[in-house]
């Protein structure tokens, strides 16, 4: 049991140390950099390109490249939120100002001293006054016969850490909601096709799909500007009902709860094959997307789609930058017995021979609308955690939580105001606040024929 | 037939020439602490923002297309809200000495945007959104309270390590000789936490005559230094986090997901991290001062891999360049 509690005391004091979180925050923060630099989710075959062969091994074993996904890079976030939650509870929660109680007053760095030659009930009638009319809250106790006023400013503001704290606690809960109930996914849908909604009786319909690119002369040369992309769908519900509505950029549509957006555009091909003028129903009916291979039947011939080029440049007979669709044709490899040709652009409609009789013909593209499908019930969660962190930082950072210890002493002649200051944040960052604060009380406590004097020479 | 340049290229060179005559002046104004060039160099600033103000309005009613969405409109905004950021705290807490080094730097990222200047380009599918508008300006605004933030923790450390080098040996001794009094080394400690916390060797060598020594003794103290530096990355830091909320809002409605782990999402949750633990490390005194302005520097650099670095290097969904 004793040993338990040591272990406990250990992991407590461990974890809600500040430098033991700034470690775990830099940790964090290191690997972030590192899926910066490290280019994500690629073919392992391109990291041993890009890097020297060690490194891309490294790379790969450590999971570098997919690190926003790798178990340490989740569990660095899990130990950062212990850390979080044990600083708020040993460190946030308790964190106040002092107690009420005397302090000597020229042992703390903000401190001033003002003679006053009037009475010492009037003087602490006067200065509780003036803090008050300040905003400050004033408390007064008395302390071996000698009365002490305390004034405290923005003494709520010591939860902005803890709000804070909670905002990013919220934060994780949101995305674990996404994590346990939310999918997502990709969904390239050809026009005229119709595809089920992911875990919904709905069906989407793509009816066409257009894009619209402007050619724009810079200082530089010409660039073919994307301007919109616009996918026409019908949606039928699992009632029955259909509804026509519009996906672009920047408006999906929502069908049960479920989110489809538009995230790019493709183009997928048909062909007309044929083996000594007679059409081959298999390979024609077909619909390839650019990667897809037309295996031709009788050998280990197979034709790659490459791509699918809107503008042939008709001077050079090479694909054109200009995106739109003008010229089209389709690029081409044949592979046969381990060995591939070049590239060869195809124009529409003309005809390559491939040998043994066999001639491909791209007869027709059909544009392709890249949908993109998500339902993540913990947005709302994550919406309200992000605020809650940023209420938090503005609470922490903008109301500084301060004390005022003040003590009136009889003097043969009038009396002394003893004032200190006390902050969360130590001393220097109330350092001119407190400058002018002594210098109104001086002048608030002054005779009113020296506050007129004072004026007077502040007015030259 | 003679073509006139458009308002918004005279209004731009107009602001680069105010910023840049400005930033001279208060450079001089830093090394000679001649009251005019303050007092010169400040209109010649204010003239500067406005001049930038006016040249991206003109922009957008020349061309309908808000001025933030590439390389050169953002740098732009990001230059003008340096400078505007700049001259609240400079107003607020007599930052002016800091003014040159701000203001140049601003001229600089100015000048450099101007290169990227590649005429008018409607904006792509992703970017028409009214998103733009809140999420650019805030996330800019942000960069622009770092880099002040950065010129101030600059001189922090300039001044510190130039304490540093004068030597600590019998610093506090020769202190109470040039200007201190007669006091013992203990005494100044307990009489006066600003001398204690703050450059003797530098108010010593400035005493004696020495130049250096004299432009640095009339900098704030190294602690007030530190608070400012505070205040600004306070100022900074919210913006930033303002400018990632928004940005995620963002994505959500243009690309499915308010996180997509893109290389600029995550360069700039990594400055965020960075400022964080600035934020974290001012909590503990031992932490303040030259270890804080160490990270509040490597934070802007932070910042600067995240604004250039990913838009011009790293390719990704914010490869926003022309």
Redesign the interface.
Known sequence: MTMLRSYYEEFVRTFGN??F??CL??V??LM??A???V??GKDPAEYFSAYAPPLARLILRLNVDNI?HAPYYVGIIGLILLSLAVCTFKRVIPARLPALRPVKIDKI?LNAAIDVPQDEGSTRARVEQFFRDRGWQIRKREFDGAEWTFADKHNWARRGVLVAHVGFVIIAAGTSVYWAKGF?GDMPVLVGQTVEVPHRRAALRLNGFTFKV?P?????GM?Y?????VSDVTVTGGNGASKRETI?????IDIGGT?F???SYGFAMKFLVTHDGIRSPELSGKTYFPGDTVTLPGGSRQIEVLQFIPTVDRQTGQPSSDPRINDPAVALAASAGGQTTPPVVVPMRTWIDVGDGWRITPQQYVMVSGL???Y?PG?PL??IG??V??AG??IS??FLPARLFVCVTPQTRGCTVGLAAMTV?????F?TQFDELQAELRKALAPPEQRRTLSFAEAN | MQQHMPLDEVLMIIALGAYVVGALSLLAYFFSRDEWLKHLGIPLVIAGVVAQVAQLVARYEITRIWPLLNLYGSLSLFSVVSVAIFIYFAFRYRLWFAGGFVVALAAVFLAYGVTWNEGTMPAVPSLQSYWAKIHVPLVVASYGAFMVSFVVSALYLLKYYYERALGAAGALERYAMAGGGQATAPDVRAADFRVRLDAPNIASAAAAGNVTAQWFNTMPSLPQLDILIYRIVAVGLPLLTLGIITGAMWAHEAWGAYWQWDPKETAALFSWIVYAIYMHLHTRSAWRGVRSAWISAIGFMTIMFCYFGVNLWISGLHSYKV
Not at chain 1, 216 to 220: G, L, V
Not at chain 1, 225 to 229: E, F, R, S, W
């Open positions: 500040v430098l979180a700034v925050l830099l964090w923060g972030t950099l899926g910066v630099v280019e994500q926003y760095p997502s402007q724009i002369m810079t200082k530089s660039v500007q994307p301007i919109d992309y672009r950029v920047n408006h999906p989110l957006y538009q995230s993109q499908y998500r993540d947005v994550v919406g992000a605020f962190l940023l930082l503005v950072f903008y944040k130590g001393y220097d960052i350092e």
